[in-house]
Structure formats: C-alpha cells, structure tokens
C-alpha cells in the first residue's frame, strides 16, 4: 500500500490481516507527523474490500488464526516495509488508496480546493493556516520555484492582519476626532463664541457725535454716523452707496445770520461778551443738526427724521424719494412694529397721536380724549393721508428746546457727584482730595458771594405762587383705546426731613492728619457742602388729590373717582390697570371697577425716576417696571421691596428686600430677572448722606417668579440691559467727550476725568457666570443688540460685531 504524507514525502508498505487486530505506528521520517490513525483507518479499508462486502473490519479481525505446531515461535509484531521517493511499485503491489472526498488532517471536513504545489486536496481549516498551500515546505518550494500562490481571504495571518488595520483605522479616526473636536473647541471658546469684528468702517476725518444703526434680514447694514448716511453689504464688506444728507450751505448761511444777530446785540449791549467765530458756529449747527437725525429701515424701506422732515431713501441707490414734512413736534417718535408714532398731550385732557407708516408711507391722526376748551377741540385734525412727493403731516405745536448755553450756575459742585468720582479715583487722588475739595469750595463760596452782590433782582428766581387746585389731565393710549387720568389737589401738605447723619461731634480735620484719614476728610468736607447748599432735606408729598379715572373710546363704563395721598400715576396693563400714589396701590377691572388695594413699603417713584411701559416695541429687550402684569401675578417694585400679588385677589404671594431696583425681565420660560444694587435700607433713610468708602455696586438677581426664591445673584459692572432667548447682556459705557467741550467741575476738583469706554458681558442664564467680556477703551454714541450681533457706533468708526452660539 501506498501514502503520501502531508509534506510531500511518499510511502509504501505492505500489509496483513494481523494489522487489522493490531494497529501499526506510523510517524513521517520527513516532517515528523504522526499519520497513524490515517494508515490504519486505510488498512481497514483495505481489508473490507478485498474480503467482501459479507465480512466487516472487525469480522477480518476477528478470524482466528491458523493453528501451529507446538514447537513454532512466537509471532512478531507487524513490520511495515517503507519506502521513500523510490521508483514506481512493482505490479504485484496492491493499487494506493486515496479518498478524496475529506480531508486527511479532518476527517469531519470536506474538502474544497488543492495545495497549489502538490495538488493535496484540502479543507478550509487547513487553508487557514497556510492559505493556498499545505505546508509551509509547499510554501518554501513555491517561492524557490517562482509559483504565485493568491492570498486567501480566510488565512489566520490575513485575517488578524485585517482585523489589527481595522482597529488601527478605527484609532486614528478617534484620534482625529479628539483632535478635531479639540480644535474646534479651542476654536469655539477661543475664537467663535466671543464678539469678533464682521464689519469696520472708518472715518479718520470725518468724527461724529452721533449716529445709528439698523440690520436689514437681507444681510445688509444701513447707519448714520454723524451727516453720513450708507448702505453697507456685511457679506463683501463693502459699500453699496453712501451720501451726506445734511446741507452744509444752509448751515453756513444760518451761521452766517447767527453771527450777525449776535453781533447786533452785541453793539445794543452795555455788556462786553466774546462772540464765536463762523467756523465755531457752523461746527455747533453742524452738531446740533446731526444729533436731530433718527434712523427707521422697516424691510427695504429707509426713512430719516430730521428737522421736521421725514425723508425716504432709495434702497438702490440712496437718492431722496419722498419727503414728509413734520409740523410742530420733530421729537423722535416711538416705534410700533411699521409705525412711527408721535404723541402729544396738550394737558387739556386730550392727546393728539399721530402714525406714520414706513411701509406704505401714509399717516393718521387719532385725538383722544375730551377737551375741555371747546376752541380746541375746533382744531383737531382727523386722518392726514400722504401722498407721493413732499406732503404736509401736521402735528399739535410744542415748543423745541433751545441749545443749552453753559452758565456758572450749570458748573455748581454737586457734592454727590463729587463723591461718586472720588470712590473710582486712583489712590494719588484719593490722598489729595482733601486738600483740592476744600480749595474748590472756598473758590465757590467766593464765586457765590460776587454773583448774589452783581446779580439783577429781575433775574433771581420768583417768590413761589400758592397751590394749584386746578384739574390736570392725562391721557394714555392702550391697545383698546386708551385711559384718562383727572386729578386735582384737594389738601396740600409737604413733610421735609433731613436725609443725612448728624455732623460728627469731634471734626476729622482736628489732630493729626493722616493718610488713613483721607476717606474721613474727605467725607466731612463733601457732607458740609451738602448742608450748606440744602441737600440734606427730603421733601415727600403727602398731599391729598381727587382722582378720577375714565376708560375711553367708545366705553360706556362708569368713571372711577377716589381720593389718594401723594401724587397719582395710571399704570396700564393686560388684565387691569394700577393706580399707584405714594405708598398706595389700588388695582382696577377693565369695567372701571376696583379690584383690591394695598399698602407698600415705601413710595413707589421717586423725582427723576425712568419709567418704562410694558408695551413698548423693545419690551423683551428692555426693562420693565415699576408695575408689571406677567400671567396672574403682578409685580411692583418701590424704593426698597419687589413685591409679587396675585392680581385677581390681591393677596401677596411674597416679598423680596432689595434696595435700588431698577427694573425688571422675563425670559421665554417665565423667569425673573432683576436689576438692583448692594445698597442697604440705610441708604434710603440718609440717601443723601455722602461716604466715599462706600461702594454700591449693581447687582443682577434671577428669581423664581411663583416663590421669589432667588436662584442666582451676580455682581456686574453694568445693569442687565438685553434680554432675548439665550441671550442675557450687561452694557456699560461712558460716552465721548467732544473736543470743544467743557471738562466736569466734579471731574476738574480730583485733577481728573472719566475716560469713555464699553463693557459688554453676556450672562449665562442658568448660573449668572460671565460667558465672556467685551471691553473697548473708547466709548459709544449707540449700541444695539440683536441676539447675537451688535452694532456700534464710535466717534470715527462703524463697527459690527458677531459670535457664535447654539
């Protein structure tokens, strides 16, 4: 019989039935594999087919053997005669036996392809070791004999070879994905979503005082800086057309008449004066006649008010298209959504409002409320409508402010002011505020004295006339007409105290002085300025006013008369209207019916408070307050307490102390935001007390408006002033200082002055943190904010700035 072994190396033996009983060994001298099993499995076969099919293996084993003599030895163990790589077998030996069907190394398993180089049939677990080949030696002579042997997919080496670049592809892709992530984080935090500059325009020679900017959704940026209007594309950064619209002829002319009316005067006058130069006059008319300008851009609609005068401007190209002249009133007007509206209260219990669409560019007149001079009434215009070209729009007259002229009594020392600018002084000027306050206060004492002896009796103040009882009106637009506030004094009554702390019994400026002392000098001297000048005295009113509310346009509710102690102001809002007066709060249906009323802590407005209305264009964008409907609470904050009543009943849902409250907002989830300070209720009792060592700084607080529980509280360098979305800013900013204007006195006495600056921080709402900090140090004339974009507007340049957010 005849094998080969997997190596290549081929045999022959011979066999017998003893081989059947017994198995033989048999290990290659070649490669060293032990075929044992194999060539006895042959053997076997071998037999079963040569005895018949009628007997198995195991019978062939069984058949006993032939007997022998007594004296004949004993048989051996079955040899096996080999032999390697010899020359064909005889004919006399038995044919090779071959099975084709499994594989030799498993049995288990078919065979699918053969070795390349010894033709070996084999299974797909043999290929895996060697691929293509059996054995590493068919491998060896395949490389010594130049056979191309295919890469077989299923070989172990060639699939851990793929799985190891899969995972090396896989680590670099994470690997690139860190870096990649980083970078773009780095880029974010570094770069994307801090303020960075879209757009620069600048204007080396052409400085102004004034200006405004307005974003157009075509990516188009329109704003005036000084007489200079243009259209500037943020995409390309270029302008599309830019023209002067102020005419620096008639300015000139004017200046001209100006100068010799003076002049005039001036020969007339016993008084000797020096009178301004032309080139003087025609920069303050220049002036004066820029900061009249008021931008309006609604879609590709651009408008310009401007002396009277409302102009329109081609989108295109920039030329005048339209002119509407104004009569009367030429204040900036209010902006409604594509209407610009004036408002004029005659005092007389009527309010003429007058609507200017920027859109179709026509106007309506609306007077409301009743007149009670009959004459008046008279001349009320009803709808103006304007027509193409320039078109009359007439307003109810109001007198225009003259430009301020500065006097010696505009450059008095105010002591609190004074002592605002010390607390922010270097530490140099600190040391020698003593020192300077006390020489600048004498000069006035001395000033003071030479005025009163030169002053005229026809031009000091007039000895006060006695109460006035007569009736006043007040008329407010609503959204579904609009309210009449009547009142009139019925018992006058004035209570004066004093808001400061006695003057120290021992004076600061006794012993020795020392730096430390400074503050203590300082405090004394600023403290004794404002007893000697009356401002240590509080005045509140406490009057009694008869007060009668009346809902208008068309309503036939009853009118709502009342007595109140302090002067009355009519709040509107959604679901009612708030009177407040003094410490009083009375809360009204919009049946003209009173709902509830309670008592604050303290008076809600103070003299030269801001007020700002819950229905104003930029509510989201601004503050409100101090009465505030939000949902089914309504919020009102006095001097010293935010309170939270429900506006149905009127019971107080809570309280918050807090000193300074400025105003208040609300994000698109209903939370509260406020705008306050550090102050103490010490300082509402000696508001007028004056401590440089005493900071107040302002503070923003977020509430929870069912609770009043505070969530965060911040201390900015600013008040919150935008709020939209996400998006929470605190502005702060000193404006430019022209060069032709006068220093401060206040500033002057420290030997120093405020520099202009901006300081722009955007707020996390959720935690308060500071997400970054914008600070230039150089100070706007107007800064608006749009979500992520802000625009500004500097002395010689336009500047628009973006960032990234999510």
Known sequence: MKIQCDCGAKYAFEISPEMVRQPVKFVCAGCGLDSSERVNALIRQQYSESVGPEFSPAQVGAIPPAPRPPSAPEPSVPRVRLSQGGPAASAAEPPDVKDTRFCSRHPQRRTTCNCRVCEKPMCPKCMELFGYVCSPLCQQQAELQGIEIPVYAGRKSVVERKQWSQIGLVVKILALLVVALAGVWIWFAWYASEPHTVLAVRFENEPAMSGATALSGLGQLIFLHGDRL???????????????????????????????????????????????????????????????????????????????????YDWDSGVSQQEVVLVGDSSPGRAHGDEIEWRTDDREGRMTITSFNLTSGQARTNILGEARNPTVAGLAASDAKAVKGKTNLVLATKSSAARKIPTDATRKLDPQKLAAQLAEAPYAAKVAAPATIATALNQERTMVELRSQDEAPASRPPVAVGPDYGEHFTVIPTQDGFLQLAHRLVEEKFISHSAMKAPPKKSALEGNLSVTATSEVANELLNEQQRNAGGDLVVEDVSRYAVTVRIGHGKSEPDWKGEVVGPPKLYPLVSANALVAGKTLVVLDKSNRQKWQSTLNYPVLREGDDVFAADEETAEARSLGPVVEHGDTLYVFDQGVLSAFEIATGQARWRLPSVGISGIFFDAAGMLYVNTTTASPEHIKYSKQIDVSDRIDAVVLKLDPKTGKEIWKQNLSGSLSYLSGPYLYSVAFTGPRDDDDEINPDQAVLGMETKPYLRIQRINPKNGRVLWEHIQPRGPLDVKIDRNTIQLVFKREVQVLKYLSF
């Open 230 to 312: 243009a259209r500037y594309d943020l995409k390309s950064k270029t302008p599309v057309w830019s023209r002067q619209i102020v005419d620096k002829n008639k300015i000139a002319d004017q200046a001209v008449r100006e100068l010799k009316a003076m002049q005039a005067t001036a020969e007339r006058s016993d008084t000797v004066f020096k009178l301004p130069s032309v080139e003087e006059l025609i920069k303050d008319l220049t002036r004066s006649a820029e900061r009249g300008l008021d931008l309006y851009v609604r879609g590709q609609n651009i408008w310009v008010a401007a002396a009277g005068q409302l102009t329109r």
